[in-house]
């Protein structure tokens, strides 16, 4: 080919190569910016069991919550102090990423409060999605490691700041500074919630600060860009034009009889907003922690003044079953929604895999190993439910950890164990089942691999395995009944 037909062909597919990417990246921000139809609240429930893990609950108006995954936890943390509370849901601008942070505290363990403030962890949990269903493994961002005499990192938040491409992630350490020790919100700023830099003050407080959040108000209603509420004794709220600036203090709500404790009345926590969709309106909730009463919304339509926030009546909002603790909200496209609904939405109950031959005994999962056993403790080792099949394909199963959500049932060079879904094409198969009369009795079950459709769920010794079933003791081995 000539030198200038090659150069002609070569500026001809650079071209091309740039207009699809801008033309994809015009498609992620026209998908981030589509219509917003419900709302996913991500929360925790309590200082007990596995109430210190997180919880996911849907809205359609914003006002009526149910819990979703049938009320138990979404995800479960397995590092750090293996609990977390204080969930904060982060999209990217584009919606092609999500994230959730959260405190790395678990008071279930048997950790008292003193302890947790002087010396709990200086990090934060991270999870990651791309589709908010299948999450990463958690990890440890250690935010506070730097703050001299960190006693803790609490109630994390994160925002996108537009003027740097980069995302503000602000929390509360006890710490102290010329002489005084109590909690102050400190900052770094992050691209991947993985690097991060050095921590600065953000805010400080006379009688200290633990929980503050951030929204942006397009729009600047109330004369601000953002506007941020804060626990420092009241609910304070405060505004400002840009998320480092100058804030200027708006109020608080004692006039509603409510505070942080300070002037006493309904004492409240973990303040989250909420966009209302479709509307200029917002709700600010507070956490009745002191009277364990849980969310409580207060609405507004201008936050320029706290004088304009009304209560609502208990007849005016629901909030589900479960005590939701402090947490986040995160308006919801019509996809997104559809997606976490198909995944969380549908309540399905927990069952168990009684063995036909030894029917004292049933699937459990130990050790992540799976085996068979009698007088199975806790119970729920031996409960799963039964999912649509990870692969994809229509009349398939896939059994999901009751104790464990996000890890399913899967073969590993034909063993059984259990495993967290890492979104990859092979686990899907590996852990999707089609589930057919009973080998050796039709009233019961048993569970055919997909991507090995001449192999059956079976225990041999008691362990779990992957097997050809050809004689009337393997078909045996390889029929349950499933139990509710």
């Given at each position: 080919?000539?030198?200038?037909l090659?150069?002609?062909?070569?500026t001809l597919?650079?071209?091309?190569?740039?207009?699809a990417?801008l033309?994809?990246?015009?498609?992620?921000r026209?998908a981030?910016?589509?219509?917003?139809?419900?709302y996913?609240?991500?929360h925790?429930?309590g200082?007990t069991?596995n109430?210190e893990?997180?919880?996911f609950a849907h809205?359609s108006?914003g006002m009526r919550?149910?819990?979703?995954n049938?009320?138990a936890?979404?995800?479960l943390s397995?590092?750090g102090?293996?609990?977390v509370?204080d969930?904060a849901?982060?999209?990217s601008?584009?919606?092609?990423k999500?994230?959730?942070?959260a405190?790395?505290l678990?008071i279930a363990s048997g950790t008292?409060w003193?302890d947790?403030t002087?010396?709990?962890?200086?990090a934060l949990?991270?999870w990651?999605?791309?589709d908010l269903?299948?999450w990463?493994?958690?990890?440890?961002?250690?935010?506070?490691?730097?703050?001299?005499g960190a006693?803790?990192?609490?109630a994390?938040e994160?925002?996108h700041?537009?003027?740097?491409?980069?995302?503000?992630v602000y929390?509360?350490?006890n710490?102290t500074?010329?002489?005084?020790?109590?909690?102050?919100v400190?900052?770094?700023?992050?691209?991947d919630f993985r690097?991060?830099?050095?921590p600065q003050?953000y805010i400080?407080r006379?009688?200290?600060?633990?929980d503050t959040?951030?929204?942006e108000?397009?729009?600047?209603v109330?004369?601000?860009r953002?506007y941020?509420a804060s626990a420092d004794?009241?609910?304070?709220?405060?505004?400002?034009n840009?998320?480092?600036g100058?804030?200027?203090?708006i109020?608080d709500?004692?006039h509603?009889?409510?505070?942080n404790?300070?002037?006493?009345?309904?004492v409240?926590?973990?303040?989250m907003w909420?966009k209302?969709n479709?509307?200029t309106?917002?709700?600010?909730?507070?956490?009745?922690?002191?009277?364990?009463?849980?969310y409580?919304?207060?609405t507004s339509?201008?936050l320029?003044s706290t004088?304009n926030f009304?209560?609502r009546?208990?007849?005016?909002?629901?909030m589900?079953t479960s005590?939701?603790?402090?947490?986040?909200v995160?308006?919801?496209t019509?996809?997104?929604?559809?997606?976490?609904?198909?995944r969380w939405?549908t309540?399905r109950?927990a069952?168990?895999l009684q063995?036909h031959n030894?029917?004292?005994r049933?699937?459990r999962?130990?050790?992540f190993?799976v085996?068979?056993d009698?007088?199975v403790?806790?119970?729920q080792?031996?409960?799963?439910?039964l999912?649509?099949?990870?692969?994809?394909a229509?009349?398939?199963?896939?059994?999901?950890?009751?104790?464990?959500?996000?890890?399913?049932?899967r073969?590993y060079?034909?063993d059984?164990?259990?495993?967290?879904?890492?979104?990859?094409?092979?686990f899907?198969?590996?852990?999707?089942?089609?589930?057919?009369?009973?080998?050796?009795?039709?009233?019961?079950?048993?569970f055919?691999?997909?991507n090995?459709?001449?192999?059956?769920?079976?225990h041999?010794g008691?362990?779990?395995?992957l097997d050809?079933?050809?004689?009337?003791?393997?078909?045996?081995?390889a029929?349950?009944r499933?139990?509710?």
């Open positions: 080919m000539p030198t200038a090659r150069r002609v062909a070569s597919a650079a071209i091309c190569l740039a207009l990417a033309i994809a990246t015009t498609a992620e026209a981030a910016l589509d219509p917003f139809t419900g996913l609240l991500a925790f429930t200082d069991g109430g893990q997180i919880y809205s108006d919550w149910t819990d979703l049938g009320g936890p979404v995800l397995t590092v102090t293996r609990g509370r969930p849901l982060v999209r601008p584009t919606g092609d999500y994230w959730i942070i405190t790395d678990r008292v003193s947790a002087e010396r709990g962890s200086t949990v991270v990651e999605s791309t269903v299948t990463s493994a958690p990890r440890l961002m250690d935010v506070a490691k730097d703050i001299p006693g803790d990192a609490w994390p994160a925002i700041d537009p003027s740097t491409g980069d995302y503000l929390w509360a350490t710490a500074l010329n002489g005084v020790r109590h909690h102050r400190y900052s770094v700023r992050t691209r690097t991060f830099t050095t003050l400080d006379p009688q200290g600060i633990i959040q951030i929204i108000v397009p729009g600047s109330g004369g601000h953002y941020r004794g009241q609910i304070t709220v405060e505004g400002s840009s998320l480092l100058t804030w200027t203090r109020g709500l004692s509603l009889g409510i505070s404790g300070a002037t006493g009345g309904n409240v926590e973990g303040p909420q209302l479709g509307r309106e917002w709700n600010l909730w507070v956490d009745q922690y002191a009277s364990k009463r849980g409580m919304p207060l339509t201008d320029g004088r009304r209560t009546s208990s007849s005016e909002y629901s589900g005590t939701k603790r402090h947490g986040s995160l308006n919801l019509a996809a997104e929604e559809a997606r976490v609904l198909a939405g309540a109950p069952i168990r063995s030894y029917p004292d049933y699937v999962h130990l050790d190993d085996r068979l009698a007088g403790s806790p119970l080792d031996s409960q799963f439910r999912v649509p099949g990870l692969a994809g229509s009349g398939t199963v896939s059994l999901e950890s009751v104790n464990f959500p996000g890890h399913y049932l073969h060079g034909f059984l164990v259990l495993a967290r879904d890492d979104g990859t094409s092979v899907g198969s590996d852990a999707t089942f089609t589930e057919v009369p009973g080998l050796a009795d039709g009233s019961a079950a048993s055919r691999s997909y090995y459709p001449d192999r059956y769920l079976r041999f008691f362990e779990l395995r050809t079933v050809s004689t009337s003791v393997a078909r045996a081995d029929t349950f499933v139990v509710r």
